[in-house]
């Protein structure tokens, strides 16, 4: 078995308004990951910032940082075996319109800046760490066994 890994997940505002929050925490319940953080909160400014400081330089970052700090979002850290990388093949490619059917933004979105989901990217090695401690103090992380463990892992 490979590892279990921690990794950060956000339904953003467009989500949220369109009432898509729960369908999307519910992708994530039944296919077995373990929730192990959840806020709801108006991101500020800076805090927006910072989390998508990569993008600064980017043309698009204003209206980014607009758009997340629009309204709420629902902050989440997921646990799994090999967490990262499923969330990411969950969501689907960052534009709706090549993200495949099944997946998220392939389901629920059709715009590249109206995209329903964040997740950490698995190709990025400091992102979980990085964008999980933006978001949540460690005593914000609940312990607690998964009973149904024994019947998602081998
Ligand atoms: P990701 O969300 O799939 O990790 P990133 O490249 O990190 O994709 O981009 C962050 C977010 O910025 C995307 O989810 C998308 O909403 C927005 N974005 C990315 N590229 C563009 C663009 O070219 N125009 C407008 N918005 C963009």
Do not use: C
Request: glycine share 8%; proline share 4%.
């Amino acid at each position: 078995m490979s590892e279990r890994e921690r990794t950060f997940v956000m339904v953003k505002p467009d989500a949220f308004a369109r009432g898509l929050a729960g369908e999307i925490i519910s992708r994530f319940e039944e296919r077995g990951l373990k929730l192990v953080g959840m806020k709801l909160e108006v991101l500020d400014r800076e805090h927006a910032e910072e989390h998508y400081g990569e993008h600064e330089d980017k043309p698009f970052f204003d209206d980014l940082v607009d758009f997340i700090t629009s309204g709420p979002v629902v902050p989440m850290v997921w646990e799994g075996e090999d967490a990262t990388r499923q969330v990411r093949q969950m969501i689907g490619a960052t534009d709706p319109a090549e993200a495949a059917p099944g997946t998220i933004r392939g389901d629920y979105a059709l715009d590249l800046g109206r995209n329903v989901v964040h997740a950490a990217d698995h190709e990025d090695e400091g992102a979980n760490e990085r964008e999980i401690s933006l978001f949540f103090d460690d005593d914000e992380l609940v312990e607690y066994d998964q009973h149904d463990a024994s019947w998602l892992y081998e």
